[in-house]
């Protein structure tokens, strides 16, 4: 059987108190809705459709690149009527999944055995037992166990209220089964709205049995609400990323200081110490260690590699064995050969820094290539912006730029130079050459130092 899935992005999410809309809030630095659909492509469904209404037009920009279809729904008349919606617009014949775009971090696996059992004559429900229950749908069975119903909580009485096996509002079935289901909804009930949850009543007097299917854990099925809820479901996900990280072999200083905000791979040994963010596609290789306070973002960092505290670094590649910072920025395109070192107020952009060179002091070094061992001294600029156009600076190996230096590209260093420091360097130097560019120091052993005139 084909698969279509529904995903409700509807609801405005009012308590959020936010003008964007729930389902594009982040977790994990990715939208909510995001996760959800990433988790739907997994399953190979033949359509991904998304029922919008608030915030219509911002949700389709943001999943424009995304393959999906969407179904308006103008006015939130509820869950069956928020998937009536999607129904009109070319769902299938094979079954329907309905998921939530404010339930991020439901797991295939789950989503798999809910989909196994699901014919003509069975439909599957997602269900969790809850210590407190207050504000879910309550599942109600028959005296011989079948699920019969689900009765929502402004609806319930005080004996279903006492009942602890919730709704998660993720369920299957097959679309001929909906189609035919839909249409029987009312919106007769405390909130007057076509609640989804009435078609297990429908299923059930038809005789179609209703299999019910637990999730492994209770956050895949926890909604969000609110920022608190939010937050919550955030550390409850970093953790279980920091899990998965040890398992992997990873040294975790603190496992709740650490946040993954894309994909984080790393090899044996590696060490990371608290408060470090690692954004987008990031490879750590064997043995690197990285210092407290660190940003890095798209970026691999090759075996035996030391990041000390404070470090950014973004959209780089780094071969192994360097040393990087305290408090080094480096931008995208900067790439460090095997073992060279980018220092304390560092900052690197578009750079090849050949093996073994150093740039270890206060340094702006940009859309430039330095050979192999060379030394950059504290304080040295690359000019490379002329306020129109960037421009390139090449230092040849075992050049020596001595501290203080304004290289004004386009400018190249022989191999083997050395350069003054202090000098402002705008012609290019021969191999081997000593070139300093600054003002001759003068000195007076015979200077009258002034003094202060007596009559003021
Ligand atoms: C729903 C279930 C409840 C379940 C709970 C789990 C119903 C009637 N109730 O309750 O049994 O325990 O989820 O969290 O289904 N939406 C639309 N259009 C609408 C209404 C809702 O797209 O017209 C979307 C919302 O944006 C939201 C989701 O559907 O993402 C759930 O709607 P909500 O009103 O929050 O349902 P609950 O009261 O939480
Ligand atoms: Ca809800």
């Known amino acids: 059987m084909t698969l279509d899935v529904v995903i409700l992005a509807a609801g405005q999410g009012t308590r959020m108190r936010s003008s ?15 996760h959800v659909l990433d988790t739907a492509r997994g399953l190979e469904a033949e359509g991904i459709h998304v ?73 599957a429900l997602l269900t969790v037992t ?36 919730c709704n998660t509002g993720i369920m299957a079935m097959t679309a001929t089964q909906l189609r035919r289901w839909l249409p029987q909804l009312s919106a007769d009930n405390a909130q007057g709205e076509y609640y989804l949850t009435d078609v297990i009543a429908v299923a059930a007097a038809e005789g179609v049995k209703i299999a019910t299917v637990h999730p492994a854990m209770t956050m895949e099925v926890e909604g969000v609400n609110n920022r608190a809820q ?28 650490l946040d993954v905000r894309g994909s984080l791979s790393c090899g044996h040994d590696v060490e990371i110490d608290v408060g470090c963010v690692f954004e987008g596609e990031v490879e750590l290789g064997e043995g690197v260690r ?46 460090l050969a095997v073992g060279a070192k980018v ?5 690197t ?15 702006y070094v940009g859309d430039a290539r330095l050979g192999r061992d060379v030394n950059v001294g504290a304080g040295t600029i690359t000019c ?51 070139a300093v560019a600054r003002g001759r120091q003068v000195s007076r052993p015979d200077w009258p130092r002034p003094i202060k005139d007596k009559h003021h």
Do not use: W
Request: aromatic content about 2%; hydrophobic content about 40%; charged content about 25%.
């Open 349 to 363: 952009k578009n750079v090849e820094v050949g093996e073994g060179s150093k740039i270890n002091h206060l340094s």
């Open 51 to 123: 029922v919008i209404g608030h915030g219509a037009d911002h949700l389709r920009e943001v999943l424009a690149d995304a393959e999906v279809r969407f179904a308006v729904q103008s006015e939130q008349k509820g869950t069956g009527h928020a998937v009536a919606q999607a129904m009109v617009d070319g769902v299938g014949k094979g079954k329907v999944l309905v998921l939530y775009g404010d339930v991020p971090l439901i797991r295939r696996d789950t989503l798999v055995s809910l989909l196994e059992g699901v014919d003509e004559r069975h439909m």
């Open 230 to 257: 939010m937050a919550r479901l955030e550390r409850a996900h970093q953790r279980e990323i920091a899990e998965r990280l040890m398992v992997e072999g990873v040294a975790l200083l603190d496992p709740d200081r």
């Open 20 to 34: 964007l809309p729930k389902v594009l809030h982040r977790l994990a630095g990715k939208p909510m809705v995001r």
């Open 130 to 165: 809850l210590d407190e229950p207050t504000g879910y749908g309550r599942l109600l069975r028959n005296a011989a166990g079948e699920a019969v119903a689900i009765v929502e909580q402004k609806d319930a009485s005080q004996a279903e209220l006492a009942i602890r096996e």
């Open 384 to 434: 490379n912006y002329d306020g129109a156009n960037k421009h390139r600076t090449e230092i040849g190996d075992d050049a020596f730029i001595g501290s203080n230096t304004a290289l004004v590209a386009p400018v190249s260093i022989g191999e083997g130079a050395t350069i003054g420091a202090g000098s402002t360097i705008s012609k290019d130097v021969a191999d081997y050459a000593l």
């Open 343 to 347: 220092g304390n107020f560092v900052e």
């Open 290 to 335: 990285i210092g407290p306070h660190c940003v890095i973002r798209d970026s691999h960092i090759g075996a035996g590699t030391v990041v000390e505290a404070h470090s950014v670094i973004d959209g780089a590649v780094v071969a192994g064995l360097n040393r990087i910072g305290p408090f080094a920025r480096l931008r995208p395109g900067s790439r």
